[in-house]
């Protein structure tokens, strides 16, 4: 009675982890992880309560008293404050560009899906980094030298933590690896594209768009990734629109910002660079639809940037995310036990299995015979061997006698000419 309680709470348990996989799962081969703001907002709505639910059913199922959920700003709070300290890690542990950017895709969309209350977002931090270095195999990057880098490198338990939840991460991004396009490796597409396209077409706008100086341009396109990358850390950007919508209007907004500071001698009047771009991107397009709906993309990315810019951003409130980690940091053992009791089960279930092979094993080698050589069928076999044996000898007999008084020469023994089978191939052990 006693294990009841904990059975029914690991069912519910489990039917909130089919249910996050499955909501993963379609989303991701559906709607390619794009949300309307509603839809995102009912996303969140619907991780939370299905975490609240579990809670309230631990309570009554443990007769515990539940931690008090978090609010849906709160849990906010917290996602966004270690979303910030993502690329940070990535910095401290010279994690390449390819890395950053799927590590901060992975971890927004995870927790699109799933509640803060129920994951904690600073292993999870560690979780995204860690796989998207396997993905995107940095193998230098180690999960000591991560722990190492972010000031856990003596913390055991927060490395379990980090090596429990890969498999967690996985499932709540329904398995959706490939994170395309990359910023760094589009930019540089992109400013080779308008360097063509600038000299192809003369009088699409300012000449020329992109810097002739390698250092000019690597800072042009410096400049745009650490815009693409801030845009998504400190907004729920890279689930709204598409990648290539958020590259091109960050690649926009560094060109417009590096022509500001030139010479007025060195542009066209009033005509800013970012218009040969949307030139180029327009002419990429054949229907006018699509051209109207890049467009209004485009332009509502870049009113979402200039907003972000024209402000000073500071980051999340610290001593707000203390408080709101305290309330969490129950929520979050609750869960903890939860999914420790599910591995219990499932390790045990392993080992039944693995007993009942090894049983299977023996028997096979102990060499049970063959239904053909049971006791009774060996009986009968042997009764009919001594048989033919009694009937050979007394045939050997008569014969052996009737040569000997036909032909007394020495002729040979009739018994030569009899075949016996050898013992041992008669008898079975």
Known sequence: TKQLPRLCLGLQFGRLRQEQMAAASVLESGEQWLFTKEALAQAREAARERAVQVLAERRLNMRVDPPRPLGLSEGLRLVVFYA????????????PSEVRWTAVVFFKRFFAMSSPMEFDPAPMMFASVHVACKIEEVKEITLDRLLEAGGFADDRSMKEKVSDLELDLLEGIGFALLVEPKPCSALQMLAEELQTFSRQNPAAGASP?????????????????????????????????????????????????????????????????????????????????EKAALESMLQEVLRILSAQLSCEHDDVDKEAVQETAKVARKCHRAFERLREERKERHEAHRKERK???????????????????????????????????????????????????????????????????????????
């Open 355 to 429: 007993r009942r092979r090894n049983e299977m094993k023996v028997v096979a080698r102990r060499g049970v015979p063959t239904p053909m050589l049971q006791d009774n069928h060996l009986a009968d076999l042997k009764q009919k061997k001594k048989a033919i044996e009694g009937h050979e000898e007394g045939t050997a007999s008569a014969a052996s006698g009737a040569a000997s008084a036909n032909d007394p020469g020495p002729s040979g023994d009739a018994e030569d000419f009899v075949i016996h089978r050898p013992r041992d191939d008669m008898e079975d052990d």
């Open 209 to 289: 768009p992109i810097p002739s100086e390698a250092s000019a341009q690597s800072e042009l396109l410096a400049r745009a990734e650490s815009i693409v990358f801030d845009l998504c850390v400190r907004t729920d950007a890279i689930l709204h629109w598409p990648a290539s919508v958020l590259i091109a209007a960050a690649f926009s907004t560094a060109l417009d910002e590096g022509q500001e500071q030139t010479h007025a001698q060195d542009r066209l009047p009033g005509q800013p660079r970012s218009a040969v771009l949307r030139s180029m991107l327009a002419a990429s397009v054949e229907a006018d639809v």
């Open 84 to 95: 910030q300290k993502l690329p940070e890690l990535c910095t401290l542990c010279n994690a």
